[in-house]
Structures are given as structure tokens and as C-alpha cells.
């Protein structure tokens, strides 16, 4: 398909705007988050500000109204920035995605707008610990009870934004005798007190242990999740029980799609960082007598950044682009995902090595890249769980 790549007047605009605020508010506070590991409040604070936890919610209930395109551009630039500010908002986005795709109108009414503000956010919870590419092998399981409402019980691990979030998107099992295990699971909207650890009153028997501490992706936490009899109303069903019940696994894989996009948006933003980075440093560090970007090696790394940028960006753009016109984008989006993690990584690795022993300092920002870089590996499905749709769609659409 053809795709115009061109930004519109008002893509400029946001993107300007973003990218104002990466460089002047995320860039040069990200050091000090990432190294206290602490929560960057006061840039969320301006997040919602700037509207940005309602990027894609209609304006009807009080969001911006704009399309995937637009969003996955506003992700590239927040991730040249530090890729824990998007991940404030990646899961909340698929959140607003799927009760915008699967949501009955109440449940629209009732958590759009104040979703739209960032009042409330949303995490997304399909991990457990024994599993993660596996989603079908789900054990966190609900049962009915007796008054209609449903009975959670189980673990789930990796939740990002697990404590903060006043929502949870969770896959769990709902019916164990489904001939088939992905037909027998249910996306509950789970409510709890954002920062609570531990939970009481209504939305008692859902805790949350302390954040697990991780290489990179420091300042947004990741948290196990521990559901021990915790009620969720039946209408907190994705979609109402009537229509929802034993349907959850194909809404998370469809917002898994959106997702991928997501995740290759912020490949190309940590990849942009890091072409940026080598630019400017193979300009100022001299060796052998003149800048290391007069070396032809250097220059031939800084090619292979720039090309990678590029194609990352593109394959981004072209799958947003035809989910957008509702075309059939799974094996784009796949392909992005895998491209742009990979190109992400690369371009990382590639800057890091042009800073010389300086990449290994704390003192330079290519050193938190290097640690932040490698979780778009997995994060959404690995690249070997990318290879595997990837193989599988490319079979179904060229059948003999
Ligand atoms: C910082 C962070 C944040 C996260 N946030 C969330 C979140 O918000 N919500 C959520 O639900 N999850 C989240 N995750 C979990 C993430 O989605 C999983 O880690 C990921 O899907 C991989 O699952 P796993 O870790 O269980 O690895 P496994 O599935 O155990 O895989 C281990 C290895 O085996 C490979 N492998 C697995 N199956 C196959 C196969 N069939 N063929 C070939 N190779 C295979 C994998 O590619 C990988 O290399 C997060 C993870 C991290 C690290």
C-alpha cells in the first residue's frame, strides 16, 4: 500500500510541542530519576497538562481524539527523552484502547474522561511468573459467586505502572473446562487504590508486593500483582458479562497489535537519542590527531545508525497508518515491533561504543540508554515471539 509519510499541520505541532518538552523538562531530569530509581512526579504532573494521558480518547469524553499515527509519533518523541515516560502512558493507552474497542457505554461513561485527564490510569496485566510469551497457559483464575459477582485468585507479575495505576486490564481464566484454553479467559477491569500496597475495603485481597528493581527502565515500577479473593463486579467484565465472558484473550491480542506499534515507536525514539548522541560526542572527541567522526569507521557506524532510524521509523509509521484506515496490519506491526527493538538496541550499542570508556560512565546519558534499550527486546513479545507471528501471518495471507 502507498502510505504518505508527511506529518500534518497538526502532527507538526504536537510533535514540536513534545519534543520541547523532552528536551527541556524529560532529558534533563531523566539522570537524576533514573539513578534515585524514584517516580518522575512532577513530569507526569505536566503530562497530564499537557493532555497527554488522553492522546486517543475521543473528545466527547474530553480526550484529544487523535489517531495511532499521531499517538505513536507523541511515543517516538517522549522515548528520545527516557523511555520509563512512555512507559507512564503505554498502558494506559492500550487500557483507553480496549474499552474503547471492547467497553460497554457504561463502562466508557464511567472511566473515559477521568481517564482523559490522567485522574486515573491503567495498567495492563497478562504476565504471570511462570509465563509470559505463553498467554494461553494463564493460571490466575475467577470464579462466580453465588451474589453474581466473580472471585479473583493468583499472581501476576510485571505490571508495569502495577502501583500507581487505579485500574487493571487483567487476562484471567474463567472457564478451566474451555475445549480450548485461550477460549475460556476473561478481561476483568480490576479497581484499587492507586499506591496502596495493600488494598482494603471493596477492592480488598488485591496487594502488591514491592517493586521488583530492574537494570533499566528505572522511575516507572514494575510490580508483581497478588489477587487473594478479591471481588470484581460482574459488570467490570471487559464489555459487560453478557458480551465479554470467555472473550478476554482475543481483546488482548487485538490490543496486543497497538501495542507492538507502540513499543517500535519507542525503539525509533531511543534510537533517534542514540544517533543524536554519537553525532555530537564523534564531533568533540578527538583521536589521532582529529575528531573520531573523521574516522571512516566512525562514519560508516553513524551511517548504519542513521539508516536504521529511518527504515525503524517507517515501518513504524506504515503499520500505525493502516491500523488507522482499518486495514489488516498484524504482520506490519509485528515487523515494525521487531525492527525497531533491534534497531533500538543496535543503535545504543553502536553510540555506546563511539563514547569509548566515557559510554561507561554514569556521568553520560548513552549509559542509561544501554540499560533502557534492552527491554524493548521483550516487552510486548519478544523478537522471537515477533519472528513466530510474523512467520505465521506471512503463511495465512500467501497460502498455496
Ligand atoms: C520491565 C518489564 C515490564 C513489563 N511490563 C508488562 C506489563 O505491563 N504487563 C504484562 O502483562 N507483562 C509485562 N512484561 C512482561 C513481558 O511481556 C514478558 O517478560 C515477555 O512477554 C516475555 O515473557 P517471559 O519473560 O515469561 O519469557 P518466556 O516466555 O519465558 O521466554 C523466555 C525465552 O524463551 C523464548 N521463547 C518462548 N517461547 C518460545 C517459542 N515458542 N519459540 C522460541 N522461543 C521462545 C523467548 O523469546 C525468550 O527468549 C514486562 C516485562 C518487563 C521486563
Given at each position: 500500500?502507498?502510505?504518505?509519510?508527511?506529518k500534518?499541520?497538526?502532527?507538526?505541532?504536537?510533535c514540536?510541542?513534545?519534543r520541547?518538552?523532552?528536551?527541556?523538562?524529560?532529558?534533563?531530569?531523566a539522570?537524576?530519576?533514573d539513578?534515585?530509581?524514584?517516580?518522575?512526579?512532577?513530569?507526569?504532573?505536566?503530562m497530564?497538562?499537557?493532555?497527554?494521558?488522553g492522546v486517543?480518547?475521543?473528545?466527547?469524553?474530553?480526550?484529544?481524539?487523535?489517531?495511532?499515527?499521531?499517538?505513536?509519533?507523541?511515543?517516538?518523541?517522549?522515548?528520545?527523552?527516557?523511555?520509563?515516560?512512555?512507559?507512564?502512558?503505554?498502558t494506559?493507552?492500550?487500557?483507553?484502547?480496549?474499552?474503547?474497542?471492547?467497553?460497554?457505554?457504561?463502562?466508557?461513561?464511567?472511566?473515559?474522561?477521568?481517564?482523559?485527564?490522567?485522574?486515573?490510569?491503567?495498567?495492563?496485566s497478562?504476565?504471570?511468573p511462570?509465563?509470559?510469551?505463553?498467554?494461553?497457559?494463564?493460571k490466575?483464575?475467577?470464579?462466580?459467586?453465588?451474589?453474581?459477582?466473580?472471585e479473583?485468585?493468583g499472581?501476576?507479575?510485571?505490571?508495569?505502572?502495577?502501583?500507581?495505576?487505579?485500574?487493571v486490564?487483567?487476562?484471567?481464566?474463567?472457564?478451566?473446562?474451555?475445549?480450548?484454553?485461550?477460549?475460556?479467559?476473561t478481561?476483568?477491569?480490576?479497581?484499587?487504590?492507586?499506591?496502596a500496597?495493600?488494598n482494603?475495603?471493596?477492592y480488598?485481597?488485591?496487594?502488591?508486593?514491592p517493586?521488583?528493581?530492574?537494570?533499566?527502565y528505572?522511575g516507572?515500577?514494575?510490580?508483581?500483582?497478588?489477587?487473594?479473593?478479591?471481588?470484581?463486579?460482574?459488570?467490570?467484565v471487559?464489555?459487560?458479562?453478557?458480551?465479554?465472558?470467555?472473550k478476554?484473550?482475543?481483546?488482548?491480542?487485538d490490543?496486543?497489535?497497538?501495542?507492538?506499534?507502540?513499543?517500535?515507536?519507542?525503539?525509533?525514539?531511543?534510537a533517534?537519542?542514540?544517533l543524536?548522541?554519537?553525532l555530537?560526542?564523534?564531533?568533540?572527541?578527538?583521536?589521532?590527531?582529529?575528531?573520531?567522526?573523521?574516522?571512516?569507521?566512525?562514519?560508516?557506524?553513524?551511517?548504519?545508525?542513521?539508516?536504521?532510524?529511518?527504515?525503524?521509523?517507517l515501518?513504524?509509521?506504515?503499520?500505525?497508518?493502516?491500523?488507522?484506515?482499518?486495514?489488516?496490519?498484524?504482520?506490519?506491526?509485528?515487523?515494525?515491533?521487531?525492527?525497531?527493538?533491534?534497531?533500538?538496541?543496535?543503535?545504543?550499542?553502536?553510540?555506546?561504543?563511539i563514547?569509548?570508556?566515557?559510554?561507561?560512565?554514569?556521568?553520560?546519558e548513552?549509559?542509561?540508554?544501554?540499560?533502557?534499550?534492552?527491554?524493548?527486546l521483550?516487552?510486548?513479545?519478544?523478537?522471537?515471539?515477533?519472528?513466530?507471528?510474523?512467520?505465521?501471518?506471512?503463511?495465512?495471507?500467501?497460502?498455496?
Open positions: 500500500m502507498a502510505v504518505a509519510i508527511e500534518t499541520d497538526e502532527q507538526k505541532a504536537i514540536e510541542m513534545v520541547q518538552f523532552a528536551d527541556e523538562q524529560i532529558i534533563p531530569n539522570e537524576h530519576y539513578h534515585e530509581d524514584a517516580f518522575p512526579e512532577p513530569i507526569v504532573e505536566q497530564k497538562e499537557l493532555g497527554l494521558f486517543t480518547i475521543p473528545e466527547e469524553y474530553g480526550g484529544m481524539g487523535l489517531d495511532l499515527t499521531t499517538y505513536a509519533m507523541i511515543v517516538e518523541e517522549l522515548s528520545r527523552g527516557w523511555i520509563s515516560i512512555s512507559g507512564v502512558i503505554n494506559h493507552f492500550i487500557g483507553s484502547y480496549l474499552l474503547l474497542k471492547f467497553g460497554s457505554e457504561e463502562q466508557k461513561d464511567k472511566y473515559l474522561p477521568r481517564m482523559a485527564t490522567g485522574e486515573i490510569r491503567a495498567a495492563f497478562l504476565s504471570e511462570e509465563l509470559g510469551s505463553d498467554v494461553a497457559a494463564i490466575t483464575s475467577a470464579k462466580k459467586l453465588d451474589d453474581g459477582a466473580w479473583i485468585n499472581q501476576k507479575m510485571w505490571v508495569t505502572n502495577g502501583l500507581r495505576s487505579d485500574l486490564f487483567v487476562l484471567v481464566r474463567t472457564d478451566p473446562q474451555a475445549e480450548r484454553p485461550h477460549k475460556g479467559m478481561c476483568f477491569i480490576a479497581e484499587k487504590e492507586a499506591g500496597a495493600e482494603s475495603g471493596p480488598e485481597g488485591l496487594n502488591v508486593p517493586q521488583i528493581k530492574k537494570m533499566g528505572k516507572v515500577e514494575s510490580t508483581e500483582l497478588v489477587f487473594d479473593g478479591y471481588r470484581c463486579p460482574a459488570e467490570n471487559l464489555g459487560g458479562e453478557a458480551a465479554g465472558l470467555n478476554g484473550f482475543p481483546q488482548m491480542m490490543a496486543l497489535e497497538v501495542g507492538r506499534v507502540n513499543v517500535a515507536a519507542r525503539g525509533v525514539g531511543i533517534q537519542r542514540a543524536e548522541l554519537a555530537r560526542y564523534s564531533q568533540e572527541r578527538k583521536a589521532f590527531g582529529k575528531p573520531i567522526a573523521q574516522h571512516q569507521a566512525i562514519q560508516f557506524k553513524l551511517a548504519d545508525m542513521a539508516t536504521q532510524v529511518d527504515a525503524a521509523r515501518m513504524t509509521i506504515r503499520a500505525a497508518l493502516m491500523k488507522d484506515a482499518g486495514e489488516r496490519s498484524d504482520l506490519e506491526a509485528g515487523m515494525a515491533k521487531l525492527f525497531a527493538s533491534e534497531a533500538g538496541r543496535f543503535c545504543v550499542e553502536e553510540a555506546f561504543r563514547h569509548g570508556g566515557y559510554g561507561y560512565s554514569k556521568e553520560y548513552i549509559e542509561r540508554l544501554y540499560r533502557d534499550a534492552p527491554l524493548l521483550i516487552d510486548e513479545g519478544t523478537s522471537e515471539i515477533q519472528r513466530m507471528v510474523i512467520g505465521r501471518k506471512l503463511l495465512e495471507r500467501h497460502k498455496i
